[in-house]
């Protein structure tokens, strides 16, 4: 039986409008579990919090009630809704890995730098690391010749080519997607729908954000639907 990496219970988040006096909830009463080797897909209309659930996994955002409870390489269970920031930073350097919608990476970097980065981060030596960063790039379709250039007047495509590759190259235990595929042209989906099911074969846990229902239908193991939450309350009522 596959080992259970994260599961949610009883998730929610409401962004506090104090200038309104008004608490706006983005998802309500999200229960899921994420296995080794399995991809879960988050389903739902647009406002029914999908990336509000990966943000808060991340510690991007805090949530507001629940526990997330992930468990880490050496079987040791955490609820990320309450760990310091010190631990939370370890997980992203070790164990957790996020691939956004954007590329958010230091100026002037060069692409193979940036997919190294991870590793270097986690002890590999830096020559092993470039190494495995211009494979990634290469798995992934990106032209050598952009592999030592900065990112910045890339395409949409061409850019999130490095953001995936960035995600992909250091096998994360738990790996959360939020659209990966949705700037990418059909064969370069095609790689990258390869590459999450190296990762899937070889037990990362990963949780999707997909709008296509034939990539949920191709990847997905387990599917979660997520559902708009109620109308906004007062904070006086929050508090009391």
């Not at 219970?9 to 006096?21: A, I, L, R, V």
């Not at 919090?49 to 991340?58: A, C, D, M």
């Amino acid at each position: 039986m596959k080992e259970t990496v994260l599961k949610i219970e009883n998730f929610s988040k409401s962004f506090e409008m104090h200038d309104q006096g008004k608490l706006i909830p983005s998802s309500s009463n999200v229960n899921l579990s994420v296995v080794a080797g399995k991809l879960t897909a988050l389903v739902g209309p647009t406002g029914a919090g999908k990336s509000t659930v990966l943000k808060s996994i991340y510690r991007t955002y805090l949530p507001s009630t629940g526990r997330l409870l992930y468990t880490t390489r050496t079987s040791n269970t955490i609820d990320l809704a309450l760990a310091d920031d010190h631990r939370i930073l370890g997980l992203r350097d070790n164990e957790i890995g996020f691939v956004t919608q954007f590329l958010r990476a230091l100026p002037r970097q060069s692409s193979e730098n940036i997919v190294a980065a991870p590793l270097i981060r986690k002890g590999v030596d830096k020559s092993s690391a470039i190494e495995a960063a211009r494979k990634m790039l290469q798995n992934l379709d990106l032209p050598e010749r952009l592999w030592q250039l900065s990112p910045a007047t890339f395409s949409g495509g061409e850019k999130q080519r490095v953001n995936l590759a960035r995600g992909f190259v250091c096998e994360p235990r738990l790996l959360l997607l939020d659209e990966p595929t949705a700037s990418l042209d059909e064969e370069t989906a095609e790689r990258v729908i390869t590459q999450i099911n190296t990762l899937k074969n070889r037990g990362t846990a990963i949780l999707a954000i997909f709008h296509s229902p034939q990539l949920i239908k191709r990847l997905g193991d387990i599917t979660v639907e997520l559902r708009p939450p109620v109308a906004p309350e007062t904070l006086v009522q929050r508090r009391h």
